[in-house]
């Protein structure tokens, strides 16, 4: 069955920026509610594990040293199709190549440093939320 949550995390680019207050108003905005949220900071076992999939590719270390060098926000966000819908909130993982108005385009600053992170499947969105928190910190 499909899910109606997606999991987040404003990156430590965006925290840095002072981003936090005007990506939360364009969730909000966009019609999705905060069902979990916390500021917090990955180790490097905690982002080896959570960008795993990636662990072959050439960026691997420099995502891994990005991810934990400062607090992010973790959330996840309850829409119908929030998967699919916030993914085209954030735009593409490249912020040039990201369309107007997303959030990447506004405030990511490169391809590595893009501000937000969307889950790219209901399953993956399942997983990822399931690893930032407990079933008591979700509503
Ligand atoms: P995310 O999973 O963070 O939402 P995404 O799904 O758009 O991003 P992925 O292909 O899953 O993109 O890549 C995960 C992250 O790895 C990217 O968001 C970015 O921070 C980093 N990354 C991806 N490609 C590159 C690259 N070519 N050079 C440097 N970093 C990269
Ligand atoms: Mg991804």
Redesign the pocket.
Known sequence: MATNRTFTMI?PDAVENGHIGAILAKINTAGFKIVAMKLTQLSKRDAEIF?GE?SE?P?FG??VE?MTRGPIVSAILEKENAVEDFRTL?G??NPAEAAEGTIRKMYATS????A???S?SDANAAKEGAFHFSGRETF
């Open positions: 990156k960008y990636h590719r960026f420099e995502l990005f954030i593409a993982t391809i590595g440093e893009n937000v992170h969307g790219d």
